[in-house]
Nanobody, 122 residues
Framework: QVHLSESGGGSVETGGSLRLSCSVS????????VAWFRQAPGKERERVAA???????YYADNVKGRFAISQNDAKDTVYLQMHNLNAEDTGIYYC????????????????WGQGTQVTVSS
């Protein structure tokens, strides 16, 4: 079991920035991917960014150029730096741990954080 905990959410105006943090701990031996998801009421959960443990990033098309995923040197924190936020970015953001490389069809996200709310006002 991997324990993940998000922080850094809040309310910002359109065009603003936020940096989310995901603390990763516990039994991480099999973790090869940490991903950020978001979900708004009535909408499907969407993967917005992912980072393999060897440092390969992935981004959803609608956040490319605005969001950046990274990790600290100790590899126990994954960040999501968000710029130029707009109302479509509003939602609860979760981080999750996957057992295989992020780009694999077989990736499964079995462990999730509690979520942090991001609200972007116009």
């Amino acid at each position: 079991q991997v324990h993940l905990s998000e922080s850094g959410g809040g309310s910002v105006e359109t065009g603003g920035s936020l940096r989310l943090s995901c603390s990763v701990s516990g039994n991480t031996d099999s973790t090869e991917c940490v991903a950020w998801f978001r979900q708004a009421p009535g909408k499907e959960r969407e993967r917005v960014a992912a980072l393999s443990t060897v440092g390969h990033p992935y981004y959803a098309d609608n956040v490319k150029g605005r969001f950046a995923i990274s990790q600290n040197d100790a590899k126990d924190t994954v960040y999501l730096q968000m710029h130029n936020l707009n109302a479509e970015d509003t939602g609860i953001y979760y981080c999750a741990a996957g057992d295989v490389e992020c780009g694999s069809w077989y990736v499964r996200f079995n462990d999730w954080g509690q979520g942090t709310q991001v609200t972007v006002s116009s």
